[in-house]
């Protein structure tokens, strides 16, 4: 019921497209083989629409100014052809009404400022609301009063205005790896520390006498970090075993003003390559002992943060995650002993993705709050420090995606997570609050669809604007106390999009590999599909195991769509290993990351292709860049039988070229030869299909010499390809040029045809 408003046109395009069917599966269907004047239409096609569909404006992202008592905000809304208004809401009532006369107040701005204003786009470095009636508004760097009951505009004296950034973070939140910042005065201001010569001193503010505290130290293994206690009495300093971090290189080819390529280099450290290690110790001022803390050496991210018990200064706790992944320790630090104690100690067969690990202390009641995989689901923990007892905060087949902030006071959590809800896409993302004892879980976000929520200062109300892939976008006015909706802001319809021409992206789910797991994705078709002919498929793939990729909110513009209009069908789909689902479900990556979840994707293309006979899966391509980029590649090596032609762009083809962390994380440590044997390079003989390399000479993710040794391999191997290298560019697809030559690619090596040639002037 949502949805009236849009129902009727999708109806009467699914209508269509299932008559199309019906009519394609009496008949056999003919390959797409377009003529060279089909061809150069179709690209025109396909930049009109892409052009006509992004002058639609989509409001996705309600941006909310707020007043600071939260009774009311406002905010932009874009019209077509890129023009906007102004909208002002009174939080209380929800009434909507438009902030003022666009037309008056571009009249008034003018004569005023003497300098012309389009009041379809009203140029504003700054507006704020007094009231519904009165407004501060800034052009250029001038500010005036506004008078909105005659629209009277004066000089403004008072330029104080209240800023509150409602798309910040609930609540900001640190880096696990952050270190501690090196404070030399301690905390009680008697003494400051110095490090000299490998060796920590301190000098006694009171007598300016000195004294070493650390012998041990040297120039190749110095104490190089250190943190104070809290009431001064005690450091924590580490002695580290520093290890050289490697560098890699590239020549810039084509610097303006010069005749010689320039030489960049920088460090770069790959899997394999030693870690700086930091060994903590402590000392005590007062007594001048130092004793090694009884725990192994930080090898990971360096010195952590430290925390320490409330108004106990005796113990500490830290966080290490051993190297290799595969286990996630709190460890708590006795600094009288310098003796040790696991709070946490999660230990994995296959890896543990502490990156998405959420932990927040609660010194005042001796808890922290944690999440962990431990279950096979992500899920938040409440876990007593002194004793390590857990409790389960939230439970069930679902993922916890973040959290959002911690009210001490109310012992309450705010978060999102996603696959909550059956009969709905388990990417969702929802946002909830729940309290420590697991107990009045309230959804904020009760409509299907993927949402984004922004608070008002006060947290009492919220913008919730949600959507689908197919479904425009949806902005209401909510209760935080009780999800309670206030009134409707926005609500987008598709027949803008329609009237193009255009079809909306389709949903479609298909079973993994275990016959059990949904798959899901979304397929993107031409507008001017003829039902009596069939279409090669592309897939743009991007199977990196630090997420998922499968967009979920509006989409009626995207390359997806325009590489469609040349005459493809072009999906995009979340294989097993990628993140966001289950812990099993992720695992398939680990130390496998040629597998890219492939034959799940070919699976689903080929269930795909049963609903859609329209696709014809004996002609599939594939693009994708960096992660995306060996996928694709990986894609013609390891299954040929399917995949005839890929684009990589910038591709990770070796993960023992590419960045250490990233790689360690998925394919494990100590480096073996599973790396080797699933390594692009190492298997370019097998190539059998058609395949494009694009990189860029300055890449600084993913080092270029990556694609040059797989086009070394590919040339080893007597193997025909295409390489594109582009001067200055860095980690990319290759930019308006490549992308454009991956189009090019795909209509010669999938429709058997020739593109546009840029190189030949069209006369009139």
């Known amino acids: 019921m949502?949805?009236?408003?849009?129902?009727?046109?999708?109806?009467?395009?699914?209508?269509?497209?299932?008559?199309?069917?019906?009519?394609?599966?009496?008949?056999?269907?003919?390959?797409?083989?377009?003529?060279?004047?089909?061809?150069?239409?179709?690209?025109?096609?396909?930049?009109?629409?892409?052009?006509?569909?992004?002058?639609?404006?989509?409001?996705?992202?309600?941006?909310?100014?707020?007043?600071?008592?939260?009774?009311?905000?406002?905010?932009r809304k874009n019209l077509p052809n890129r023009t906007w208004e102004y909208y002002y809401v009174e939080t209380a009532s929800g009434k909507r009404k438009l902030a003022f006369d666009s037309e008056k107040l571009a009249k008034s701005l003018e004569q005023t400022t003497g300098k012309k204003q389009n009041a379809a786009k009203l140029q504003f470095a700054d507006l704020y609301f007094a009231d519904a009636n009165a407004a501060k508004i800034k052009v250029d760097s001038k500010w005036y009063a506004v008078n909105l009951n005659n629209y009277n505009v004066t000089d403004l004296k008072d330029t104080t205005i209240y800023r509150y950034n409602a798309k910040r973070p609930l609540q900001q939140k640190r880096?696990?790896?952050?270190?501690?910042r090196v404070v030399r005065k301690s905390p009680d201001g008697k003494y400051e520390a110095v490090i000299r010569g490998g060796n920590?001193?301190?000098?006694?503010?009171?007598?300016?006498?000195?004294?070493?505290?650390?012998t041990d130290g040297t120039e190749t293994k110095p104490y190089g970090d250190y943190v104070w206690a809290p009431d001064g009495k005690n450091i924590i300093a580490y002695k580290t075993d520093p290890k050289e971090i490697k560098k890699v290189h590239y020549i810039l080819s084509s610097v303006p003003g010069t005749t010689r390529g320039e030489l960049k280099s920088r460090e770069y450290a790959q899997p394999g390559d030693g870690f700086t290690s930091y060994q903590p110790y402590i000392f005590n001022i007062a007594a001048k002992?130092?004793?090694?803390v009884d725990a192994d050496p930080i090898d990971f991210f360096g010195p952590p943060e430290l925390h320490w018990r409330n108004n106990d200064n005796r113990y500490y706790t830290y966080e290490k995650v051993d190297r290799g992944h595969q286990r996630f320790r709190v460890i708590e630090v006795d600094v009288q002993t310098g003796k040790t104690r696991n709070i946490i100690d999660e230990k994995t067969n296959t890896f543990?993705?502490?990156?998405?690990?959420?932990?927040?202390?609660?010194?005042?009641?001796?808890?922290?709050?944690?999440?962990?995989?431990?279950?096979?689901?992500?899920?938040?923990?409440?876990?007593?420090?002194?004793?390590?007892?857990?409790?389960k905060i939230t439970n069930g087949n679902w993922v916890v995606r973040d959290i959002d902030s911690v009210d001490v006071v109310k012992r309450q959590v705010w978060f999102r997570a996603s696959g909550m809800h059956e009969g709905e896409d388990p990417y969702f993302i929802h946002y909830y609050r729940i309290g420590f004892d697991g107990k009045g879980l309230v959804n904020l976000t009760p409509e299907k669809?993927?949402?984004?929520?922004?608070?008002?200062?006060?947290?009492?109300?919220?913008?919730?604007?949600?959507?689908?892939?197919?479904?425009?976008?949806?902005?209401?006015?909510?209760?935080?106390?009780?999800?309670?909706?206030?009134?409707?802001?926005?609500?987008?319809?598709?027949?803008?999009?329609?009237?193009?021409?255009?079809?909306?992206?389709?949903?479609?789910?298909?079973?993994?590999?275990?016959?059990?797991?949904?798959?899901?994705?979304?397929?993107?078709?031409?507008?001017?599909?003829d039902p009596s002919k069939s279409y090669p498929v592309i897939e743009n793939i991007y199977a990196g195991p630090q997420d998922s990729f499968v967009p979920k909110n509006f989409l009626p513009a995207s390359e997806m769509q325009s590489i469609a209009e040349l005459g493809f069908i072009v999906v995009q789909i979340d294989g097993m290993g990628t993140a966001n689902r289950s812990k099993a479900f992720h695992d398939v990556c680990w130390k496998n990351l040629a597998d890219a979840g492939l034959p799940d994707r070919i699976l689903w293309m080929k269930a795909m292709a049963?609903?859609?006979?329209?696709?014809?899966?004996?002609?599939?391509?594939?693009?994708?860049?960096?992660?995306?980029g060996q996928n694709s590649t990986g894609a013609l090596l390891f299954h040929p039988e399917f995949y005839k032609a890929a684009v990589s762009a910038c591709g990770c083809h070796d993960n023992r070229i590419d960045k250490q962390w990233w790689n360690e994380q998925w394919m494990g440590y100590p480096v073996g030869p599973h790396y080797g044997e699933q390594s692009n390079i190492t298997n370019a003989a097998k190539l059998?299909?058609?395949?494009?390399?694009?990189?860029?000479?300055?890449?600084?993710?993913?080092?270029?010499?990556?694609?040059?040794?797989?086009?070394?391999?590919?040339?080893?191997?007597?193997?025909?390809?295409?390489?594109?290298?582009?001067?200055?560019?860095?980690?990319?697809?290759?930019?308006?040029?490549?992308?454009?030559?991956?189009?090019?690619?795909?209509?010669?090596?999938?429709?058997n045809a020739e593109p546009p040639n840029p190189n030949i002037l069209v006369t009139k």
Request: aromatic share 12%; proline share 6%; glycine share 6%.
């Open 200 to 214: 920590i001193f301190i000098t006694d503010n009171t007598t300016n006498k000195e004294i070493q505290l650390s």
């Open 289 to 292: 002992t130092a004793f090694k």
């Open 688 to 751: 059998q299909g058609n395949l494009f390399l694009i990189v860029g000479e300055a890449d600084e993710n993913v080092p270029p010499e990556s694609t040059y040794r797989l086009a070394d391999a590919l040339i080893k191997a007597n193997k025909d390809f295409d390489i594109l290298s582009i001067p200055g560019m860095g980690h990319s697809d290759g930019g308006t040029y490549g992308r454009r030559r991956k189009r090019d690619f795909f209509v010669k090596h999938l429709l």
């Open 175 to 180: 880096s696990r790896w952050q270190w501690n």
């Open 449 to 529: 669809g993927n949402h984004s929520l922004s608070f008002s200062p006060d947290r009492k109300y919220y913008i919730d604007t949600y959507s689908q892939v197919n479904v425009p976008p949806v902005s209401e006015l909510r209760l935080t106390a009780n999800a309670g909706k206030v009134t409707e802001l926005e609500h987008g319809t598709v027949e803008a999009y329609l009237a193009t021409g255009v079809k909306l992206p389709e949903v479609f789910v298909a079973k993994a590999r275990d016959g059990i797991t949904d798959i899901w994705g979304v397929v993107c078709l031409p507008s001017k599909m």
């Open 352 to 391: 543990i993705y502490e990156s998405r690990i959420y932990t927040r202390y609660l010194p005042k009641t001796n808890e922290m709050l944690w999440t962990s995989e431990q279950d096979g689901w992500q899920h938040l923990y409440l876990i007593n420090t002194l004793t390590g007892k857990q409790a």
């Open 2 to 75: 949502m949805y009236s408003s849009v129902r009727k046109p999708l109806v009467s395009a699914l209508f269509s497209f299932a008559f199309f069917q019906s009519q394609a599966q009496q008949m056999p269907l003919q390959p797409y083989a377009p003529s060279p004047a089909e061809v150069a239409n179709s690209y025109q096609l396909s930049n009109k629409l892409d052009t006509a569909l992004r002058n639609i404006p989509t409001n996705n992202d309600i941006i909310p100014f707020w007043k600071k008592d939260g009774t009311a905000f406002w905010y």
């Open 610 to 628: 049963v609903k859609y006979p329209n696709a014809n899966i004996s002609r599939v391509g594939v693009y994708g860049t960096s992660a995306g």
